[in-house]
């Protein structure tokens, strides 16, 4: 076994982060980071940036391990930690390159059927919401007589001067 310093420092790291020790473990792997690229230092520094609760680091970090090497759990891990944060279009991205890696990870084929069918149950939702709210009964002077029309649901709210951007399918 190999005894150096960095080594033991990097082992040290992923010790007191199953220990329950996040922020010793952080200090650790952030030290053996600056001075080594290791794919699996980063990615365990994102898992504890994510029990943290320090999303951006964990991003960061994850990130970090997919510019050093490619793997399906670090593009889940990933995906899990956008998705925690609401940015469920990379989400789905990061879930899709790990089931391109490995077609058999079976964490990220169930994420993305997950996903899948929280959109459509939303879709599904959204568009019982606008047809329920468009339609308005108008009654005219004429006796026992009523038009039903359709009527526009307010404006968008822009953001800064531009249109918010339409609902797109994220699976299409």
């Not at 794919?39 to 964990?58: E, I, P, R, T, V």
């Not at 649901?153 to 609902?167: R, S």
Request: proline residues 7%; aromatic residues 6%; negative net charge.
């Amino acid at each position: 076994m190999d005894s150096s310093p960095e080594v033991v420092s990097k082992e040290e790291g992923i010790r007191l982060l199953k220990a329950g020790q996040v922020d010793d473990s952080i200090r650790i792997l952030e030290e053996f980071c600056d001075k080594h690229d290791d794919h699996q230092a980063w990615a365990y520094l994102g898992a504890a940036f994510s029990q943290k609760g320090d999303k951006m680091q964990a991003i960061h970090a994850f990130e970090e391990s997919l510019r050093l090497k490619e793997t399906s759990k670090a593009y889940y891990n990933l995906a899990v930690v956008y998705e925690s944060v609401g940015r469920i279009d990379e989400a789905v991205r990061e879930y899709r390159m790990a089931t391109e890696l490995d077609p058999n990870y079976n964490p990220a084929q169930e994420a993305l059927v997950r996903l899948a069918n929280q959109f459509a149950g939303a879709q599904t939702q959204a568009a019982q919401t606008s047809a329920g709210a468009a339609t308005q009964v108008m009654t005219t002077d004429a006796p026992s007589t009523s038009q039903t029309q359709a009527i526009p649901g307010p404006p968008p709210d822009p953001a800064v001067g531009e249109a918010p951007a339409p609902l797109q399918d994220p699976f299409a």
